[in-house]
T-cell receptor
Framework: ETGVTQTPRHLVMGMTNKKSLKCEQH?????MYWYKQSAKKPLELMFV???????ENNSVPSRFSPECPNSSHLFLHLHTLQPEDSALYLC???????????????FGAGSRLTVL | GQNIDQPTEMTATEGAIVQINCTYQ??????LFWYQQHAGEAPTFLSY??LDGLEEKGRFSSFLSRSKGYSYLLLKELQMKDSASYLC??????????WGAGTKLIIKP
């Protein structure tokens, strides 16, 4: 496989459930990101990891818990979510988080989350 | 605050040309990006502008004016497969990406 792969593609969960989203990249990148995409709104950055270290937590509620065991894998653990958390969750990777060059983000296709 | 403005939706005809505008007010500037996102798919990188002027890549071109806080994406010889959302993003002085809400482009035969 190449690129950035996200699983599951679709997830429906109740407010009391615990579930996890998984992201895997095969690009040799060192930075990985979680974004939230809601209809007609700008992408919201949630978390950034660079060389497995969390470098950004954008005031995200604690019901979202990221995990980055290595530079190729990123998880988003979900518990006691609210209906307003329903959205598309996008994972992305880039070479790193340095300021040199374009440092283009490569995105996965996203996990569509519905919270009932 | 920081802000990126782009039209919510545009419609164009197959074979024609369309220009999608993006204006920004950010704390500093370290490059502007355009991404394409088909429904249900990953956003994919189209272009990166850091200096003023026009960058051309096949049927797609991107223009930047830093003094005006303005960019546009020009799509020529439109094809049905160009129906997608187009996302504008600016990297600010802290190297954070500020995103627009995207422009949904509808191509009609």
């Amino acid at each position: 496989e190449t690129g950035v792969t996200q699983t599951p593609r679709h997830l429906v969960m109740g407010m009391t459930n615990k579930k996890s989203l998984k992201c895997e990249q095969h690009l040799g990148h060192n930075a990985m990101y979680w974004y939230k995409q809601s209809a007609k709104k700008p992408l919201e950055l949630m978390f950034v990891y660079n060389f497995k270290e969390q470098t950004e937590n954008n005031s995200v509620p604690s019901r979202f818990s990221p995990e980055c065991p290595n530079s190729s894998h990123l998880f988003l653990h979900l518990h006691t979510l609210q209906p307003e958390d329903s959205a598309l969750y996008l994972c992305a990777s880039s070479q790193d988080t340095s300021s040199s060059g374009a440092n283009v983000l490569t995105f996965g296709a996203g996990s569509r989350l519905t919270v009932l | 605050g920081q802000n990126i403005d782009q039209p919510t939706e545009m419609t164009a005809t197959e074979g024609a040309i369309v220009q999608i505008n993006c204006t920004y007010q950010t704390s500093g500037f370290n490059g502007l990006f355009w991404y394409q996102q088909h429904a249900g798919e990953a956003p994919t990188f189209l272009s990166y502008n850091v200096l003023d002027g026009l960058e051309e890549k096949g049927r797609f071109s991107s223009f930047l004016s830093r003094s005006k806080g303005y960019s546009y994406l020009l799509l020529k010889e439109l094809q049905m497969k160009d129906s997608a959302s187009y996302l504008c993003a600016v990297r600010d002085s802290n190297y954070q990406l500020i995103w627009g809400a995207g422009t949904k482009l509808i191509i009609k035969p």
